[in-house]
């Protein structure tokens, strides 16, 4: 079999790109998007972030391409639809980066209930707002979470460290051990909606989670109940948040994702009431390191696979 030749799109963690090397395969690093269509004509396996959209026209120039490699969680920038028709496999880290994801949406939760950036730029400004910046106990708290994967189970096991009441909603009902385990409940949507202080995503987009949080579901929320969102922009209908965020319906909400990156919806991101993160959720050193490393391993794996297959 002649060498494989790996193409990485975006940048990942060196140690990854060792381990790849230390395999025999040719690593070849893309130095312009807009080369991509030819560069993929000769390429055996590509190796893509968030950033780099792998479209039909894109996978149906890859004459020789067998694999493509998301260092990361989401796929929503891959035609799965166009690869699984041409027989390309699609892989990805969605474990790499879990703590760290749910490190994030547990800060911003703090965030929220303590008025920490208004704390934190009213001290710069001179100002001593004590009395003011009066906030809420997480404690005794209703968390609501959307999804219960990777990221969302280590989410719920950190608020019940804190003492909070876990409400769960996801498309197949958890096991009534793992349930038991977090003392949590699981509730269809519209019941979670109704029952949460706070509503946490952590699903992936796809058809049927894309707008899954529009004006009628945030109807459906508790007065000034908080949302977090570190999952897909595209999840939460944002005009819908908007209106729910000036007439007061909800109290706030925390963004680490949007439905266009960098965000055009300026308002949104300026109110007040709302913390705004630029896609951080993965962004630590030990994540990006672990992503890097882990999809190394799942590619030689894939490959070695193939060759023996094929012999």
Same mark, same amino acid.
């Given at each position: =079999? ?15 790109? /060792? ?11 893309? =130095?312009?998007?807009? =080369?991509? !269509?030819?560069?993929? %004509? ?10 780099? @959209? ?29 690869? /699984?028709? @041409? ?28 008025? =920490? *950036? ?5 001290? @710069? ?59 949590? /409940? ?8 109704? %029952? ?23 109807? !459906? ?27 007061? @319906? ?32 993965? #962004?630590?050193?030990?994540? #990006?390191?672990?992503?890097? *490393? ?12 193939? !060759?023996?297959?094929?012999?």
């Amino acid at each position: =079999m002649s060498t494989v030749r790996i193409l990485i799109c975006d940048p990942i963690d060196p140690e990854g790109i /060792e381990k790849l090397k230390k395999a025999s395969f040719n690593v070849a690093f893309l =130095m312009r998007r807009e =080369m991509l !269509k030819k560069e993929i %004509q000769d390429c055996d396996v590509l190796i893509v972030r968030s950033r780099t @959209k792998v479209t039909r026209e894109i996978i149906e120039s890859g004459k020789h391409l067998k694999l493509i490699a998301r260092a990361g969680s989401g796929l929503d920038n891959i035609d799965l639809k166009a690869a /699984e028709e @041409k027989g390309i496999a699609v892989i990805n880290t969605p474990e790499a980066s879990a703590d760290s994801v749910a490190e994030l949406t547990i800060g911003l939760m703090v965030a929220l209930a303590r008025k =920490m *950036i208004l704390a934190d730029s009213s001290m @710069k400004q001179g100002k001593w707002l004590k009395k003011e910046l009066m906030g809420f106990l997480l404690k005794g708290k209703k968390l609501g979470l959307i999804g219960l994967g990777n990221i969302g189970l280590r989410v719920a096991r950190i608020a019940k460290a804190m003492g909070m009441k876990i409400l769960v909603t996801k498309r197949v009902p958890p096991s009534p051990e793992l349930l038991k385990s977090l003392e949590a /409940e699981f509730l269809p949507l519209d019941e979670l909606l109704r %029952q949460s202080d706070i509503v946490s995503i952590h699903v992936p987009l796809s058809k049927e989670t894309r707008n899954m949080i529009d004006a009628e579901e945030i109807g !459906k929320m508790k007065d000034g109940a908080f949302l977090i969102n570190t999952s897909r922009g595209e999840i939460v209908n944002e005009k819908a948040l908007l209106n729910a965020l000036r007439s007061g @319906k909800l109290g706030g909400a925390a963004l680490d994702v949007y439905s266009v990156e960098p965000p055009e919806n300026l308002e949104l991101i300026k109110r007040p009431n709302v913390i705004c993160t630029p896609h951080i959720g993965a #962004q630590t050193v030990e994540a #990006q390191r672990e992503a890097s *490393i882990r999809l190394a391993e799942k590619i030689i794996r894939f490959l070695h696979g193939s !060759k023996s297959n094929s012999s």
